[in-house]
């Protein structure tokens, strides 16, 4: 029996559901599903450009299981763009991450901040600059090589 699947850190899903060709209505084309985390995959790795130990890091996943997932997706993507078909983004097993968490090592204030928004350069309670990622957001602790549980989901390029 094969071991569970853990959910994968996803930043954002998209406003549309459907991608298809032109003219061509959607009754009439083949679908191909398209996973949320296959979309992030592929946001990580193709539009910010990162390797793939950073992406799966961002994922919370192992360097081995991203690497099946952004194969997967770029099969898909190309098979819907060379065969015209129709491509359908929908489910998979993932967790939406919000934003980014800080700590102020002045004061020990915690707040979130949303992806795209840059890093904050104080901290919004006692202006103090000594400020980092939560612990909890960093990426820390991975177990027994079955990749990375409780990294930070990386949303936009870093600034």
Known sequence: MPRPQCPRRVMC??????????????????TISLTLDELEAMRLADLNGFHQEKAAEAMGISR???????ESARKKVADAL?????????GGEVE??????????SCSHEWEVPYGTGRPTACPQCKSSQIHRALAD??????HGRGWRGGACVGQKEQ
Do not use: D, W
Request: glycine share 10%; charged share 30%; hydrophobic share 40%.
């Open 13 to 30: 899903s998209p406003e549309a559901e459907y991608f298809k060709p032109r003219g061509i209505p959607l009754v009439a084309l083949e």
């Open 64 to 70: 081995q299981t991203f690497g099946r997932i952004i």
């Open 82 to 90: 060379c065969n015209s078909k129709a491509l359908r983004i929908e």
């Open 96 to 105: 939406m991450v919000a934003g980014r968490r800080f700590v102020c090592a």
């Open 138 to 143: 960093r990426g820390h602790g991975r177990r």
